[in-house]
């Protein structure tokens, strides 16, 4: 059965899934809408930065947040100077690492879905006396649907499931930064086989259940062309 501090890492990977999908949505639709729409010609160097955690280590994208983070790096100098401090080691650091970590899985399919949409539908509303902030919520977001459902499904699923980025800059503090997948290679590392099985099981099935549900809602939500 669960330990109470398995209960804890539980709620923390919850908490931490839930506020890093709720950010990536805020800033990630504007970006992955601008990306569908840009002709800039360097466009593509955005969209490498957006998908490097794609192929990047996650070590590697945790150390050089750990470095900035930290009480030596730009960010967590200029925090410590404002009397604040550093972000390593805290569950604000557990959020911006899985915000960098989880960009591409919720820019991706949004600008996916956005990019179809093209000019026609757009150009209609505006001759109805729509805004371009009307047309973007009244035009672009339904149409998107699938791609929103698909983008927040991905983000907050494969936020249950970091490791490396979230070992690297939050450490291992239980109650405080110990997240699902830690407390599994702690109780595999103890041997402890049954507390592993019960955790990694309650991950299995809660990740197969919310990409079940992404492929169902998108194919009620298709509409089959002509």
């Known amino acids: ?19 890093t999908t709720l950010i990536l949505l805020l800033i990630g639709t504007p970006l992955a809408w601008w990306l569908a729409r840009s002709r800039w010609r360097y466009k593509f160097v955005l969209e490498a930065v957006v998908a490097l955690p794609l ?10 947040l750990l ?4 009480p030596h ?3 967590g100098g200029l925090m410590e100077s404002l009397g604040g401090s ?11 690492g899985s915000v960098f970590y989880s960009i591409p899985f919720v820019v991706q399919p949004l600008q996916g879905a956005f990019t179809p949409i093209g000019e026609r539908p757009l150009e209609v509303a505006a001759t109805l006396g729509a805004s371009p902030i009307d ?8 149409l998107a649907r699938p791609g929103f459902l698909t983008a927040t499904v991905l983000g907050f699923a494969h936020t249950l499931g970091e490791f490396g980025v979230v070992l690297m800059i939050g450490g291992n503090i239980p109650g405080v930064t110990q997240v699902v997948s830690i407390a599994i ?18 991950l299995l099935l809660l990740s197969f259940l919310l990409l079940m549900s992404v492929y169902a809602l998108n194919r009620r939500f298709s509409v089959v062309k002509p």
Do not use: C, N
């Not at 550093?86 to 911006?96: C, K, W, Y």
């Not at 047309?135 to 339904?142: G, I, K, N, Q």
């Open 55 to 64: 192929v990047l280590p996650p070590t590697v994208l945790g150390f050089y």
């Open 86 to 96: 550093p972000l390593a080691f805290t569950f604000t650091g557990l959020v911006i």
């Open 67 to 70: 470095i900035a983070l930290g």
């Open 1 to 19: 059965m669960f330990t109470e501090h398995d209960l804890a890492a539980l709620w923390i990977t919850l908490k931490l899934a839930v506020i």
């Open 73 to 75: 790096g730009p960010i």
């Open 135 to 142: 047309r973007f919520f009244s035009v672009a977001v339904p």
């Open 185 to 202: 290679y702690d109780h595999v590392e103890a041997l402890e086989y049954t507390q592993a099985h019960w955790i990694s099981g309650t």
